[in-house]
């Protein structure tokens, strides 16, 4: 299978990584956020355009869906990006009560979930910004043995798809330039086709 691979510039995020179409997503999980902290080499994410579970206050984030996820353009960001194509890398979000101030993060690998005595990931939205503009995300590794691959998610971009102060702080850290992988359609690559390319 062919997939189409884009480079994009994080200066101007707010004009591409958008809702492209309407749901019921809650308005703290809104927007782009900045993978702050984080040591792999990919640096915000979205979860807009994904249907929100109201009955059980879930969400199923695939990072192989197109506009969902950015990766550096290094050898790095192309090894991550197409690990998580191959694994078919998802995160179920599942927030333990309607406050949507704690949730745990369970992720699936080839749509098998990795039990939390391996990998017990939570989020928790910061006490001081209870907007959703700031979470914290924990790992435990192996029961506890390592707490390895921590960092915080900053709103970057709002919901009504302006800068937050984040934004700013973030742009002189991490290389402007990444890769996100292509809407899937013939639209989209034809118009597309001068920035991007095929990965086999």
């Known amino acids: 299978m062919t ?3 884009e480079k994009k510039q994080l200066n ?3 004009t591409w990584m958008i809702p492209i179409k309407q749901t ?11 993978l702050d902290g984080n040591p792999l080499p990919d640096t ?3 979860m807009y355009n994904l249907e ?13 869906a197109p506009l969902q996820w950015t990766f550096h353009n290094s050898i790095p960001g192309w090894i991550l990006l197409r690990l998580v194509q191959w694994f078919e890398v998802t995160y179920k979000i599942q927030f333990e009560d309607e406050t949507l101030q704690q949730a745990q993060v369970i992720p699936i690998l080839l749509g098998i979930p990795i039990s939390t005595s391996i990998v017990n990931f939570t989020m928790f939205q910061d006490k001081n910004s209870l907007n959703g503009d700031i979470w914290h995300r924990n790992n435990l590794w192996f029961g506890g043995l390592s707490r390895a691959g921590e960092y915080t998610l900053r709103r970057v971009v709002d919901e009504d798809g ?5 934004f700013n702080d973030m742009l002189p850290r991490v290389p402007n330039e990444c890769l996100v992988i292509a809407i899937n359609s013939k639209d989209n690559a034809s118009s597309n ?6 990965v086999r």
């Open 162 to 166: 302006r800068y937050t102060p984040a």
């Open 193 to 198: 086709i001068s920035n991007s390319q095929f």
């Open 12 to 14: 101007n995020i707010a």
């Open 44 to 46: 915000c994410i979205t």
């Open 24 to 34: 019921n997503l809650p308005s703290v999980l809104k927007g782009v956020f900045f």
């Open 3 to 5: 997939e189409l691979i």
């Open 52 to 64: 929100w579970d109201t009955h059980n206050r879930a969400l199923l984030l695939p990072v192989f």
